[in-house]
């Protein structure tokens, strides 16, 4: 995808802030310190347009990004992070339940996991819980540039497996150090979501 337009629309708490533009969107789920930010402002190019935070668990709002007016990047707060109290976890938790529950022009969720290690506990939660609301998914393997290219293969089949995908779901390896997975990452979003 050629990027014309990357902006920052609105941080949301409930569904009356979401933006009502009827494009489709993408939501971002994964841990907090995955790397979310790093993967819009590489697809998008733009190097501060996702505030990148220095600690972990920095995202606790519902963040819109318009892209070339047709789709819509939304990140959602990240989960795991162990600094937090409960009450909060619980609030990031029911922040994301909501959009992703009532949202209906979510046409794809990218659940971002670190390639390095197996999937967590939270992942397969997540993934449960995408696979139970019917919604399509893929999986973005964030920081390849920290393991060589020989272990992609094997790491990827572990993601594979703790995750329990099947065939049909991509797992794609992406670096934002090296720019590695861009294209692969905007043409599954293409694809899935039948954009020209």
């Known amino acids: 995808m050629i990027i014309k337009k990357a902006e920052f629309i609105i941080s949301a708490v409930e569904p009356s802030q979401y933006p009502e533009t009827g ?6 789920v994964g841990r907090s310190n995955v790397g979310k930010s790093s993967l819009i402002n590489t697809l998008t190019n733009r190097k501060s347009l996702a505030k990148v935070g220095a600690t972990p668990g920095k995202t606790r709002l519902i963040n819109f990004f318009n892209i070339n007016d047709k789709l819509m990047l939304v990140d959602l707060p990240g989960y795991g992070y162990a600094k937090v109290s409960k009450e909060e976890k619980k609030s990031w ?17 990218l659940l971002l996991a670190d390639i390095r290690h197996e999937p967590t506990d939270d992942d397969v939660t997540m993934v449960n819980y995408i696979r ?7 999986v973005v393997a964030t920081k390849a540039d ?6 992609y293969n094997k790491q990827i089949a572990l993601i594979r497996k703790v995750l329990s995908l099947t065939d049909d779901i991509p797992v794609i390896p992406f670096s934002s150090v090296k720019r ?12 899935i979501l039948n954009l020209e």
């Open 132 to 138: 139970a609301s019917g919604r399509k998914m893929a």
């Open 23 to 28: 494009w489709p969107e993408v939501a971002l």
């Open 146 to 151: 920290k393991i060589g290219r020989g272990e």
């Open 93 to 109: 938790g029911a922040l994301a339940e909501t959009y992703l529950n009532t949202r209906d022009n979510l046409g794809l969720i």
């Open 180 to 191: 590695t997975g861009i294209d692969e990452v905007w043409s599954t979003i293409e694809s």
